[in-house]
């Protein structure tokens, strides 16, 4: 049973360039979520794609986009990048019921911005 | 004030002792709550959730919710020098449904 995979593993930018990043859910999740973690910091909510549609969104600018295909994986894009957006991005999927939303984690892709 | 605070860290503790990880939150209406573990360089892991107060034991580990007290803990019975990690506390607000919330983190070293 595959868990949840993201590519790539690392990635090297500059300033004002566009990064796609790409996450497959684990099987029989249905709901993605991205987080963004900088160094000694714990993850931090950008949004969330249930149904191919964002549900949620955390406190993150317009830059930052995602998409969700019909076969639950998703995309996350970054447009003109900062310096300050060099972090791990980590996906994490889930298949809410109930009220309860376990979320369980990719490998994560580094980012850094020069 | 954070919506989620972690025990500040780091935390040492001897091989074959308990280990004891504090998290308190600020949203009483808070619905889940869930520890992970995050080894270095590495993304972060689930160990445990727990929905309702009282304790949750799973092999080594032990949660424990008071939502009047606003705070979960994570106890870990005979540490092992494998335990050595950066345990994260997340909660999901009731109005943010599937948002995770995450504490700091608290760095946990076990020496032998």
Same mark, same amino acid.
């Given at each position: 049973?595959?868990?949840?995979?993201?590519?790539?593993?690392?990635?090297?930018?500059?300033?004002?360039?566009?990064?796609?990043?790409? !996450?497959?859910?684990?099987?029989?999740?249905?709901?993605?979520?991205?987080?963004?973690?900088?160094? *000694?910091?714990?993850?931090?909510?950008?949004?969330?794609?249930?149904?191919?549609?964002?549900?949620?969104? *955390?406190?993150?600018?317009?830059?930052? =986009?995602?998409?969700?295909?019909?076969?639950? =994986?998703?995309? %996350?894009?970054?447009?003109? %990048? %900062?310096?300050?957006?060099?972090?791990?991005?980590? !996906?994490?999927?889930?298949?809410?019921?109930? *009220?309860?939303?376990?979320?369980?984690? *990719?490998?994560?892709?580094? %980012?850094?911005?020069? | 004030?954070?919506?989620?605070?972690?025990?500040?860290?780091?935390?040492?503790?001897?091989?074959? #002792?308990?280990?004891?990880?504090?998290?308190?939150?600020?949203?009483?209406?808070? /619905?889940?709550?869930?520890?992970?573990? /995050?080894?270095?360089?590495?993304?972060?892991? $689930?160990?445990?959730?727990?929905?309702?107060?009282?304790?949750?034991?799973?092999?080594?580990?032990? #949660?424990?919710?008071?939502?009047?007290? /606003?705070?979960?803990? $994570? $106890?870990?019975?005979?540490?092992?020098?494998?335990?050595?990690?950066?345990? $994260?506390? #997340?909660?999901?607000?009731?109005?943010?449904?599937?948002?995770?919330?995450?504490?700091?983190?608290?760095?946990?070293?076990?020496?032998?």
């Amino acid at each position: 049973d595959a868990g949840v995979t993201q590519s790539p593993t690392h990635l090297i930018k500059t300033r004002g360039q566009q990064v796609t990043l790409r !996450c497959s859910p684990k099987s029989g999740h249905d709901t993605v979520s991205w987080y963004q973690q900088a160094l *000694g910091q714990g993850p931090q909510f950008i949004f969330q794609y249930y149904e191919e549609e964002e549900r949620q969104r *955390g406190n993150f600018p317009d830059r930052f =986009s995602g998409h969700q295909f019909p076969n639950y =994986s998703s995309e %996350l894009n970054v447009n003109a %990048l %900062l310096l300050g957006d060099s972090a791990l991005y980590l !996906c994490a999927s889930s298949t809410p019921r109930r *009220g309860r939303d376990t979320q369980y984690f *990719g490998p994560g892709t580094r %980012l850094t911005v020069l | 004030q954070k919506e989620v605070e972690q025990n500040s860290g780091p935390l040492s503790v001897p091989e074959g #002792a308990i280990a004891s990880l504090n998290c308190t939150y600020s949203d009483r209406g808070s /619905q889940s709550f869930f520890w992970y573990r /995050q080894y270095s360089g590495k993304s972060p892991e $689930l160990i445990m959730f727990i929905y309702s107060n009282g304790d949750k034991e799973d092999g080594r580990f032990t #949660a424990q919710l008071n939502k009047a007290s /606003q705070y979960v803990s $994570l $106890l870990i019975r005979d540490s092992q020098p494998s335990d050595s990690a950066t345990y $994260l506390c #997340a909660v999901s607000p009731r109005t943010s449904y599937g948002k995770l919330t995450f504490g700091q983190g608290t760095i946990l070293t076990v020496h032998p």
